[in-house]
């Protein structure tokens, strides 16, 4: 509204200033230098003046009188009362005034001021109405009417009857005081009239109350210009009436600017928003999602909007004008004409239609048609709304589908399922059949309970509270629930139960689909007993074992220690071999009886697999001393036990154990290493002779870790090409070299030079022997046919020692023939060297494949003869060529008469038998003479020679006096 202010205030400034200006006229000299200026001239003047103002308020009577205008204005019928008034007396005042011709009286100055001062209080009456907003009931033509007769009274008062009234003039003298005290009570009654239509105007910034504002000041100052005259030409009348014009003229404009300018805006402004009404009612057409189509009586199209040209290829190029039949099929046209004639009889109408499309995809519509009618009632036309209901037929089609299969769904449900409805209580409302069979209950017992009905028990409570927690938040539950018949026998189901929720959000009804799941439950729980208990004996096996000791370490357990006590019995291969494995099995279930004699609990004993066993003695004490002092007794115990007698199908079985100690608090971090250490006292307690009690020891725990890297460094020797052969010369009596045996050596980064007594038996254990033993025979083969074109060495033999493991091997001649045949080398230069310990055991097997290498060629040696348990029968079943004599006779030799007898009793035994013999070991030059005494016919030892690399051998051939210089 201030931004408003802001823009009128310069206006209405203006027009104040220019006013007060012309007013100012009236009050200067200029004012009586033109006092009594010609009065013709002015008659004229003032009769143009008058007739202007009396033109002005007769236009406002006819602005307001005609038909735009609104009849129910407020001031309708004030304008038409007050400014009809006003312009009929403005015209008898300007016939009235003095020049003028007679006007059924004579014309006079007081009798123009009568009629004036009349007019000017009809107007302010008339503006007084207007600002209060005075609305004047009845018709236009009755206030005209009363304007008409108030003026004729007026005219009559005037023109008949002047002399009732005060004095208004008095020539030479001026205007009188009651005529000068009414013209100020006018400029009072204006000027309060200007401030209440300015006030209007800035409540309700309407520009017609600022221009009656101006209207009521420009009376005002008229007013107040005709208070003082002598003469009836003087100029303040002429300004006077110049501020009467000025105010018709804003009276005219406001009345104007109402009533005809504005109202014809309006229509314009109606036009417009009709134009625009009708473009947006085609664009909300266009784009309704249904099509719009009018038809005439003739069937043809008055309109259609772009929805109904999209609906089909055909209507896309419809126009209005266009039989209906050209845009469509005959059979659709003719359901169209069918249903259109009810609509020309006046009714509504739906019906619906299906077509089928270009591309062959079947198009569902629903039409709603109804009638147009024109004013007399009649059927102009037909309005059809077509609708595609193609999603909705097809949603239909699909639910009736759906609800089909939930129905088979359902009938499959109950035949294959355990069903039941409860509602949001959880009160059962419905079950099937296989409900009440694997609950054992009616439908009568069921239904109105709740599931408590057939709780097991077998679950904790928290168990069912999270299940409904989860429920009640609308999400579905899964799980396996144990519940128990009516007959006390306990079933399983894998349950899902699905909340239904309604359009509000709450849960109405739970439905649960269960599957019985007791075959397989039992069936786990079976596997679960295979997966913690060892088949044969029925005892807790490793898994288990664990659990158990992870139990026995949790933190909030007192701080006592525990033991594991591991025992493996001793021989047991020996035994499973020549009794059977019935006989070993039967065995192993008797020392798990007895073992569970010394515990507290079946869980505290383990079968670890084999024949190791494991028993837990737990809280024994705090003291490790004390601890000690238990175990062992118990072990000792528990060794006694186990060397008891076994009958076993009618035979006596004598066994023993050795054991292995671990004990352990709450403070080990991991199960493992508690097995680890008993494993570890266990070995040492085996490798100690047996039927042994070993504690585990940390320096036991260091031995074991330096093996074990040995092992793993092992296992990547020949890759990283860490082994390497040297080769110990053999000499004759002569000290002629005969022959060399083929030694492994091994160098690792990591670990230095390794003993061969180190780590062969580690690779015998961990059947690596077997890859090395191979690599061993390819490479001494190798170099064994790279001497064969040396005219010394081709004819050396090449001893390369054999393991047990290699021998077993059902390739292993195979093997050898196969190496031999790569390198070319004569079968007659290998011998393969083996150990009385390897002849044990299967010894048929062995001699026939010593016997198959034999037939080829190759020789064989029996190495360390003497130190082991072989009988004199294998030397005359075996192919051997080449005795032994083992070191150990030969460093004793001289100092020991049983031991020298035993090397004389070799070399006697090899000659009957002509038999090869080497002596190993020799060092001193007494051993050799002692030995050449004696008839041994070949050496081995560093008095000779050391195992050298092949560079090295070949400097000792090409310079045999360092060979005679050793010996002497």
Not at 319 to 348: C, K, N, R, S
Not at 720 to 749: C, D, K, M, S
Request: aromatic share 10%; charged share 20%.
């Amino acid at each position: 509204m201030m931004e408003l202010l802001k823009m009128k205030l310069p206006q209405v400034l203006g027009f104040v200033l220019i006013s007060l200006l012309l007013f100012s006229l009236t009050r200067s000299p200029l004012a009586g230098w033109a006092a009594g200026f010609n009065q013709a001239n002015y008659v004229v003047s003032h009769l143009s003046i008058e007739l202007l103002s009396i033109f002005i308020f007769t236009s406002c009577v006819i602005i307001v009188l005609q038909p735009l205008h609104r009849q129910h204005h407020f001031y309708t019928n004030t304008v038409i009362f007050g400014f009809t008034t006003v312009a009929l007396l403005d015209y008898v005042h300007a016939l009235s005034y003095a020049g003028m011709p007679t006007f059924i009286t004579p014309s006079s100055t007081p009798k123009a001021i009568f009629f004036w001062l009349f007019a000017r209080s009809i107007e302010l009456l008339t503006f007084l109405l207007l600002v209060s907003r005075i609305r004047l009931p009845g018709g236009k033509f009755i206030w005209l009417l009363l304007s008409l007769l108030v003026s004729s009274l007026v005219t009559w008062l005037g023109t008949m009857h002047l002399s009732w009234f005060p004095v208004l003039f008095e020539p030479g003298l001026g205007v009188s005081a009651f005529k000068q005290q009414y013209e100020y009570g006018l400029f009072v009654g204006n000027s309060l009239l200007m401030v209440l239509f300015y006030f209007r105007y800035l409540r309700s910034q309407r520009a017609q109350y600022l221009l009656f504002a101006g209207s009521a000041f420009c009376m005002a100052l008229c007013s107040l210009s005709l208070t003082d005259y002598i003469e009836a030409s003087d100029i303040s009348l002429l300004i006077g009436h110049l501020f009467k014009l000025v105010s018709a003229l804003l009276i005219y404009k406001g009345i104007f600017w109402s009533e005809l300018k504005k109202p014809y805006e309006r229509l314009h402004a109606a036009e417009m928003r009709s134009a625009r009404n009708e473009r947006e009612l085609e664009t909300i057409l266009s784009n309704l999602p249904v099509g719009v189509v009018r038809l005439d009586q003739d069937y043809r199209y008055s309109y259609l909007n772009k929805t109904m040209r999209a609906l089909s290829e055909r209507m896309q190029r419809a126009e209005p004008g266009d039989a209906m039949t050209e845009h469509m099929p005959p059979e659709l046209a003719d359901i169209y004409q069918v249903q259109l004639a009810t609509v020309f009889g006046g009714e509504t109408t739906e019906f619906s239609y299906s077509v089928v499309s270009v591309s062959g995809k079947t198009k569902h519509r629903m039409v709603k048609a109804v009638p147009e009618l024109t004013e007399s009632g009649a059927v102009a036309s037909a309005l059809c709304l077509v609708s595609d209901v193609t999603a909705r037929v097809e949603a239909e089609q699909a639910k009736y589908l759906a609800e089909k299969e939930m129905l088979e769904l359902r009938t499959a449900l109950d035949e294959h399922a355990i069903v039941a409805f409860t509602d949001a209580k959880g009160v059962i409302t419905s079950v099937n059949d296989k409900f009440c069979a694997i609950s054992g209950y009616s439908r009568d017992e069921l239904l109105g309970k709740t599931h408590r009905i057939i709780n097991s028990g077998f679950h904790e409570p928290g168990f069912f509270k999270a299940m409904w927690q989860a429920l009640k938040s609308g999400s579905i539950w899964h799980g396996e629930v144990c519940n128990r018949a009516k007959n006390g026998s306990l079933y399983w189901v894998n349950t899902t139960i699905v909340p239904f929720i309604n359009d509000e959000g709450r849960i109405v009804q739970y439905i649960a689909i269960r599957a019985d799941i007791t075959e397989r439950k039992m069936a786990e729980q079976e596997a679960k007993r295979l997966a913690l208990f060892d088949d044969l004996t029925g005892l807790p096996n490793r898994r288990a074992l664990k659990e158990q000791i992870s139990r026995l370490c949790l933190p909030e357990k007192a701080p006592l220690y525990h033991a594991m006590l591991m025992l493996d019995l001793d021989n047991f291969k020996d035994i499973n071999d020549s009794f059977g494995h019935s006989v070993g099995d039967d065995l192993l279930k008797q020392v798990a009886h007895r073992i569970q004699r010394f515990t507290v609990s079946s869980e505290h004993c383990a079968r670890l697999g084999g024949d190791e066993f494991v028993v837990l003695l737990a809280e024994i004490g705090t003291s490790p001393d004390i601890c000690t002092t238990v175990l062992l007794h118990s072990a000792e115990q528990i060794c006694q036990a186990l060397a008891q007698p076994y009958q076993l199908h009618g035979k006596i079985i004598r066994t023993s154990a050795s054991v292995g100690i671990s004990m352990f608090n709450c403070h080990v971090q991991d199960v493992t290493e508690v097995l680890k250490q008993a494993d570890i006292a266990l070995y040492q307690s085996k490798a100690s002779g047996r039927n042994c009690v070993t504690f585990f020891d940390p320096v036991l725990q260091q031995a074991m870790d330096k093996r074990n890297q040995i092992l793993r460094e092992l296992k990547t020797a020949i890759e990283q090409r860490e082994l390497v052969l040297h080769y110990q010369p053999i000499f004759n009596a002569a000290q002629q070299i005969t022959g060399v045996e083929a030694l492994l050596r091994w160098h690792n980064a990591a670990l230095g030079m390794v003993s061969p007594a180190v780590f062969i038996p580690l690779a015998e254990e961990s059947n690596l022997i077997l890859d090395i033993g191979e690599w061993v025979l390819q490479t001494a083969c190798q170099q064994l046919a790279e001497w064969h074109s040396h005219p010394v060495c081709r004819h050396w033999l090449m001893a390369v020692n054999v393991s047990a493991k290699q021998l077993q091997r059902d390739n292993f001649v195979s093997t050898v023939l196969e190496i031999i045949h790569t390198h070319a080398i004569p079968a007659d230069k290998l011998q393969l060297e083996i150990t009385e310990t390897m002849l044990q055991g299967e010894i048929e097997n062995t001699a026939a494949k010593m016997a198959a290498l034999k037939s080829q060629g190759i020789r064989f040696s029996l190495d360390d003869f003497g130190t082991g348990y072989s009988s004199l029968n294998y030397l005359t079943k075996l192919p051997i060529n080449t005795l032994k004599i083992d070191r150990s006779f030969v460093d004793s030799m001289l100092g020991s008469r049983e031991d020298a007898s035993v090397v004389q009793t070799i070399l006697s035994l090899a000659n009957s038998l002509h038999l090869d013999v080497v002596a190993e070991g020799v060092e001193t030059m007494a051993q050799a003479d002692f030995l050449r005494q004696l008839g041994c016919p070949k050496f081995q030892g560093y008095l000779f020679a050391r195992p050298m690399s092949p560079a090295q051998l070949a400097s000792l051939i090409q310079a045999p006096d360092t060979i005679d210089t050793a010996v002497k």
